[in-house]
């Protein structure tokens, strides 16, 4: 069972469909780490053209969802209820395993270090087990 549903996270980030990337709140530690899961649909608006022939969920998007999780786990803190995280920076982003349709991603955003409203989390994303993506992502937090 999820801890949190989308209707639930949509009440903590404000990306709404098409760019919420994740579907559930898997584990959650305020202001320390996060887990969701999204489970890729062939019916995800960006295959039809990222590939036709061999749909792969984009790594950017991949990175995006990574930083969704991460933005829960930093916006479901109280002194940050109502704020939106932004992305700072993007570093050390690898991409060792294709997404595809049908498979589920694990995503894993642990914040470790914060300063006021700028945090860096380090971010994996897993499809079976295996490592599919990792990165070292900055969040701003803004109004």
Known sequence: MSLMTTKEIMEIIPHRQPFLLIDTIEELEPGVRAVAKKCVSYNEPYFAGHFPEEPVMPGVL????????GAVALLSQPEFKGK?????AIQSAKFKKKVMPGDVLILETEIVKRKGPVGLGNAKAYVDGKLAVQAELTFAIGT
Do not use: N
């Open 62 to 69: 991949i990175v995006e969802a990574l930083a969704q999780t």
């Open 84 to 88: 939106t995280a932004y992305f700072g």
